[in-house]
């Protein structure tokens, strides 16, 4: 069955929130950069063989593939919905990553994410939110591809901070957002109502195939905080690991989630 067959009700995101959430969480991750020491952008990342000089560049374009998007012509029609993208980005992971490569190579990280912050500063006021733009996944609404900019934000903020120590602020609508859609796409690639899945205080959802919970406690409950889901849902860490750290609990014979997860990588 396809992801569009499957989907569950759409959740909606404020637009300007999303904007300012986008610039804040963005800014975070320059400070944080801005601090580093030379020698630092060499560190390994959990990320295959980039190191943070690599991670950064890909922040970079990442978020700097708004501005680049908004000077291309509008498509005529969205291809990709929001809760279609975080199943949309492994076939194109080759080429991110020679591109991210190859940004690296080329130009100073910090220089990089400052540029990026300026290009976002200036395409953002004068652009609609439901202005359709080209993205390496098909076309998407601005205000839709925005969201999916606060989880590359948000999750390679965290990988930046276990790569390098460093202590780096996540702002809170962003994490709302980044935590609220892969809750979402896990109902997506998991439908059903016998498991309620439960990551306060910002998202509440229902899946697994098997007798629907309509009234009182659920008999199946996972709960987990934010930082904790967002790093099992894109393969951060395991279900295994997270029970063994008493990070997620998990009550109820289907409440066993972990053959889901991750939800994207």
């Known amino acids: ?15 300007k929130k999303t904007r300012a959430a986008v610039t804040a969480q963005l800014e975070q991750v320059r400070r944080a950069v801005a601090g580093l020491e030379p020698e630092q952008f060499a560190l390994p990342t959990r990320l295959g063989d980039w190191t943070v000089r690599e991670l950064v560049a890909h922040l ?3 978020v700097g593939s708004v501005a680049r998007n908004l000077r291309e012509p509008a498509p005529p029609r969205v291809a990709t919905e929001l809760l279609d993208w975080p199943f949309a980005t492994a076939p194109v992971a080759a080429g991110i990553d020679a591109d991210t490569r190859a940004l690296a190579a080329a130009h100073d990280p910090y ?3 400052t540029h990026t912050a300026e290009e976002l500063a200036e395409a953002l006021p004068g652009a609609a939110d439901d202005r359709i733009i080209t993205t390496r996944v098909g ?4 205000a839709d591809y925005l969201v999916t900019r606060c989880i590359e934000l948000v999750v390679h903020t965290d990988d930046l901070a276990a790569a390098t120590g460093a202590e780096i602020p996540y702002d809170r609508q962003a994490q709302a957002i980044t935590t609220r859609l892969l809750a979402d796409a896990l109902a997506v690639k998991a439908p059903g109502g016998s498991v309620e899945v439960r990551v306060p205080p910002f998202a509440v959802v229902q ?6 919970h309509t009234r009182g406690t659920p008999p199946n409950v996972v709960e987990t905080d934010p930082l904790t889901w967002i790093r099992l849902a894109t393969g951060r860490t395991t279900w295994a690991v997270a029970l063994d750290a008493a990070h997620v609990s998990a009550s109820g014979e289907r409440a ?4 889901q997860l991750p939800v994207m990588s």
């Open 207 to 212: 899946c697994v195939e098997g007798p629907k």
């Open 139 to 142: 076309a998407m609404r601005l």
């Open 256 to 259: 066993d989630i972990g053959g």
């Open 111 to 113: 220089e990089l994410l």
């Open 60 to 62: 970079a374009m990442a």
């Open 1 to 15: 069955m396809s992801s569009a067959a499957r989907k569950p009700r759409v959740r909606q995101y404020d637009p």
